[in-house]
């Protein structure tokens, strides 16, 4: 069998380590099909890999460690058995359409479901519980130990741990007093963008709007969502009015990368509508954190906002996380055919204000 060590890790040696740098270490290694030792907090732990990127190798590293094998899906976990002889391919199958009978989930199988969604990818995870201390398995294997509390305070401490590292100015087609700043999270992952727009006075509410990254409506011009009208306007809108700010977040999908996005158009395709898709594939209806944008605000010295959005959770959120919604501006957008029910459903699911 080919060798799964990496790196051998205890928790002697990732105490002195940041949450962010513990989960995104796990990160890279269950998107190589690495498992994970995820330890719960009533003492027991689980082996962990991703039903995405689990190989055959891996999952007779389960088997020989763990009892108790079973394929957990979703975000309210239902779990499944998996069979002994089942392959990499067979976890897949049932991950991408779950059927078949369901056990009761154990302790730590939302956290191992959490975990493999950090990582963006379909929240399916293989998982075996521990008949023994974790300790000698992590020498034996190579294998990085993590705990529930490190999974499930990951969001939060990244919101805290965004660091500015550049910027410059770029004259816009709608807006030519811009600078972009680039703000890079210690995860490592893809920056996160504040365009400023002129010069705004961080003595009164600024006019801001808080984007995530669509990659297919941003970029390519998709009619399947109105997210490139949204971006383009606000920029327009923010220049007519002398100036303010867009944060331009990188969660594409509503969190769940681009991906699991195309996943979600595929099921949408059978007329199920864009927040059904999401619960389908074992996501939230909305996976973002709007803690990021949080933070941006407060390294730009912008204590309050007038919002341009039609999205309530964006609202509350800010709020939570300590930024003043002072007004929210209407932001809406004609529809076409390819959009329509797709923002009907935001209106009557999500309860945009459109």
């Known amino acids: 069998m080919p060798s799964l060590a990496f790196r051998i890790d205890d928790p002697s040696r990732t105490t002195g380590h940041s949450i962010v740098r513990v989960i995104e270490r796990?990160?890279?290694?269950?998107?190589?099909?690495?498992?994970?030792?995820?330890?719960?907090?009533?003492?027991?732990?689980?082996?962990?890999?991703?039903?995405?990127?689990?190989?055959d190798a891996a999952l007779t590293l389960l088997r020989r460690h763990g009892q108790r094998v079973r394929l957990v899906v979703g975000t309210e976990p239902r779990a499944l058995p998996v069979p002994e002889r089942a392959s990499a391919d067979w976890v897949l199958a049932r991950a991408e359409e779950v059927a078949g009978p369901s056990l009761?989930?154990?302790?730590?199988?939302?956290?191992?479901?959490?975990?493999?969604?950090?990582?963006?990818l379909l929240p399916s995870a293989v998982v075996a519980t521990l008949t023994q201390d974790p300790a000698p398995i992590t020498a034996a294997e190579g294998l990085l130990l993590i705990t529930a509390e490190q999974v499930q305070d990951f969001k939060l401490a990244l919101?805290?741990?965004?660091?500015?590292v550049s910027e410059a100015r770029v004259p816009l087609k709608h807006a030519e007093d811009t600078r972009i700043?680039?703000?890079?999270?210690?995860?490592?992952?893809?920056?996160?963008?504040?365009?400023?727009?002129?010069?705004p006075d961080p003595t009164e509410p600024v006019l801001a709007r808080v984007h995530s990254s669509c990659v297919t409506g941003d970029v390519l011009g998709?009619?399947?969502?109105?997210?490139?009208?949204?971006?383009?306007?606000?920029?327009?809108?923010?220049?007519?009015?002398?100036?303010?700010?867009v944060l331009y977040l990188n969660q594409e999908g509503r969190g769940i990368g681009i991906a699991n996005k195309l996943r979600a158009y595929r099921i949408q395709d059978t007329g199920v509508d864009t927040v059904d898709a999401n619960l389908a594939l074992g996501f939230e209806?909305?996976?973002?954190?709007?803690?990021?944008?949080?933070?941006?605000?407060?390294?730009?010295?912008?204590?309050?906002?007038?919002?341009?959005t039609n999205n309530p959770e964006k609202l509350a959120q800010l709020a939570r996380h300590g930024v003043t919604v002072v007004e929210r501006v209407a932001h809406s957008f004609e529809e076409n055919v390819h959009n329509a029910a797709y923002l009907d459903a935001k209106r009557k699911k999500s309860g945009h204000m459109i």
């Open 26 to 55: 796990a990160i890279g290694d269950l998107r190589r099909s690495v498992p994970v030792i995820l330890t719960v907090t009533d003492g027991h732990s689980l082996l962990v890999v991703p039903a995405e990127t689990a190989t």
């Open 104 to 120: 009761e989930p154990q302790p730590g199988d939302a956290d191992a479901v959490t975990l493999v969604k950090h990582a963006r």
């Open 159 to 164: 919101a805290n741990a965004l660091v500015r």
């Open 181 to 199: 700043i680039a703000f890079r999270p210690t995860d490592g992952d893809d920056e996160h963008l504040a365009i400023v727009i002129g010069t």
């Open 222 to 245: 998709s009619l399947r969502c109105d997210c490139g009208e949204q971006l383009q306007g606000a920029v327009a809108t923010i220049a007519a009015a002398g100036g303010g700010v």
């Open 285 to 308: 209806a909305d996976e973002r954190d709007y803690g990021l944008a949080a933070a941006m605000l407060r390294d730009l010295g912008y204590a309050s906002v007038r919002l341009l």
